[in-house]
């Protein structure tokens, strides 16, 4: 008898503590994203952490780090040659950015919402060459790959060795607006999944000597986060 009072004792105290866990309203959460996004059609891969603080009348305070990444494609630079030796160079574009964004959401109908961001941070734009030796083989009567020190046979592309090189790296200071809306689907009590389409302009800023004058940009990102409510 002693024990089945204990043993519901117990039982009770675990279903009270379950029914306060599932009505308590978490003030905080942190999510981690990854998405990807477009501009110009082309694409960019995004990874991110959100912090939010939960507001009076359904609004949220939240602030991000995000860190975003693209490549374009290669075009066609110059071509050099001599009786033995034929140099092919390409050469192609590389984007970062680091993002820092201080926004607010307005919850609605539970499960969506909308708000928008200031964002600063930094954007590194790079020109990358790429260049491809071929070497004339008397004894094939043919060119082909010419495997000496420079080329980086660590670099295949399409069975093709290329050596990389950057050639010269501009960077910027971003800042701009964004735009988010998504919809959040609960998981389990203090997890959920957020679906999110943000649309930002961003103004650049040359922080390079000599470099370009400023710029903008408009991208289009779509993110999946993971949110944890403590």
């Known amino acids: 008898m002693k024990n089945l009072l204990i043993l519901l004792f117990l039982t009770g105290t675990m279903i009270c503590i379950g029914q306060e866990e599932n009505q308590k309203s978490f003030q905080n959460s942190i999510a981690i994203s990854g ?105 094939y009567n043919e ?26 790296i501009h960077r910027y200071l971003n800042y701009g607006l964004s735009l988010k809306i998504g919809a959040q689907v609960p998981i389990k009590n203090r997890f959920d999944l957020i679906f999110q389409y943000s649309p930002e302009y961003i103004w650049r800023a040359p922080l390079t000597p000599n470099s370009l004058n400023s710029t903008s940009t408009f991208r289009h990102f779509v993110d999946l986060m993971l949110r944890f409510k403590f």
């Open 35 to 139: 998405g990807f996004g477009l501009k110009d059609l082309g694409q960019i891969r995004r990874l991110g952490i959100t912090y939010e603080r939960v507001l009076k009348n359904d609004w949220n305070l939240n602030v991000s780090a995000l860190i975003d990444g693209s490549q374009s494609s290669w075009y066609a630079g110059d071509v050099s040659y001599n009786d033995t030796t034929i140099v092919i160079s390409d050469w192609g574009v590389q984007r970062s950015n680091q993002m820092i964004k201080l926004g607010t959401i307005k919850n609605l109908f539970d499960f969506f919402y909308i708000g928008g961001d200031l964002n600063i941070g930094f954007c590194s734009k790079t020109n990358v060459i790429r260049e491809r030796q071929l070497g004339y083989n008397s004894e």
């Open 143 to 168: 060119w082909m790959n010419n495997s000496i020190a420079e080329v980086d046979p660590s670099q295949p592309y399409g069975g093709m060795w290329y050596n990389y090189s950057e050639n010269y």
